[in-house]
């Protein structure tokens, strides 16, 4: 993976507008959940191509350093070499003065060419570090819209849940409204009131059926009383209270 389309990916994520994202999901928490594997996914992608962009970085500032050091270690070879030309030149040994100062030119060419090395590898080394610190920024802040992101989710299933539980409750609470105890209780009430009602028509009626009885004995007694007294009146008796 390219720096640019690590870049690219990190902002792309960074920018992402989450509430915008649920506001138009038909189910947020599956949006999250979705959410929350990408992130975590990319993160893992991009985690990945920065260390090897670190590790490339790190490979050439050692390369740097190496070259740096070949430099300085070049540079102390030629002024040997030219110490001791001096040296065979003053003692009048000018050919072995003249070979002492040839390792010293290709000491000192050695050195040029390290330095220039060192110095071309600069500016690569520089802007990577930039590239680097970039990446390392995005990753923080994917890492942090990562937390946001999980935070968010797991309060989205509390509240599904609460919500979940709290319209149970309520389906619960309208049943019970709907097969009322207390309405099944006075219909029981009520009929017990009809049988009971039904018990005292039967009472009343029992004792209407008593009273003609009794009045019948009393219609039957007074008949008697009449037809005593009228046979006194025929025997010409005297009639008695």
Do not use: C
Request: glycine share 4%; net charge negative; aromatic share 2%.
């Amino acid at each position: 993976m390219a720096k640019q389309s690590i870049l690219g990916r990190i902002s792309q994520l960074m920018r992402a507008n989450i509430h915008a994202l649920l506001d138009q999901a038909e189910d947020p928490e599956l949006m999250l959940d979705q959410l929350v594997r990408d992130y975590t996914n990319s993160i893992a992608e991009a985690e990945s191509a920065v260390a090897q962009t670190i590790g490339n970085l790190r490979l050439m500032e050692q390369d740097h350093a190496e070259d740096v050091a070949a430099a300085t270690d070049w540079g102390r070879k030629a002024l040997a070499a030219s110490t001791k030309a001096d040296e065979l030149r003053a003692a009048g040994d000018t050919a072995d003065a003249d070979k002492f100062d040839k390792l010293a030119k290709i000491a000192l060419g050695k050195q040029l060419a390290a330095e220039n090395e060192a110095k071309s590898a600069e500016p690569t080394i520089a802007s990577q570090n930039e590239v680097v610190a970039k990446l390392k920024d995005g990753l923080d802040g994917m890492r942090s819209r990562l937390s946001e992101l999980t935070a968010k989710r797991n309060e989205l299933v509390a509240r599904s849940k609460t919500a979940a539980a709290q319209s149970q409750v309520h389906d619960a609470i309208k049943s019970i409204d709907v097969l009322d105890p207390t309405s099944e209780i006075g219909r029981f009430e009520e009929k017990v009131r009809r049988e009971e009602a039904k018990v005292l028509g039967q009472q009343e009626l029992a004792a209407s059926s008593l009273d003609a009885q009794f009045e019948s004995l009393e219609d039957l007694d007074k008949q008697v009383e009449i037809e005593a007294r009228l046979a006194a009146l025929k025997s010409g008796g005297a009639i008695g209270a």
